[in-house]
């Protein structure tokens, strides 16, 4: 059975910066995409990047663009979301998923991601 893990949530102030962590386990696959959501109250979920773990291609959504980092690391099964340069508009709760398969930032776009973690949630005040 697949699990996802997020951790890393918190508060931080504008300009903060911040990690997600995702542990995968019962994952296996050595290739296949990997995502980070959030989804802010009273708003729709919106994927934020994403990351083919067998080559590290990347996509982001545009409003984190140069602020957002995510990558992985394949021996341990975890992912990382790296937040700097943080606004209050990132105040969301965020998710991980996963999704066998390589065309990452198509999948993101869809939210179309067949594994989910239970979410951590982040705050940015001003």
């Known amino acids: 059975q697949v699990q996802l893990v997020e951790s890393g949530g918190g508060s931080v102030q504008a300009g903060g910066s911040l990690r997600l962590s995702c542990a995968a386990f019962?994952?296996?696959?050595?290739?296949?995409?990997m995502a980070w959501f959030r989804q802010a109250p009273g708003k729709e979920r919106e994927g934020v990047a994403a990351?083919?773990?067998?080559?590290?291609?990347?996509g982001y959504t545009d409003s984190v663009k140069g602020r957002f980092t995510i990558s992985r690391d394949n021996a341990n099964y975890t992912l990382y979301l790296q937040m700097n340069s943080r606004v209050p508009q990132d105040t969301a709760s965020y998710y991980c998923?996963?999704?066998?398969?390589?065309?990452?930032?198509?999948?993101?776009?869809?939210?179309?991601?067949?594994?989910w973690g239970q979410g951590t949630q982040v705050t940015v005040s001003s």
């Open positions: 998923a996963a999704e066998a398969g390589r065309h990452c930032y198509s999948y993101l776009l869809r939210g179309d991601f067949r594994y």
């Open positions: 990351i083919y773990t067998g080559d590290g291609t990347t």
């Open positions: 019962g994952y296996t696959y050595s290739s296949a995409c």
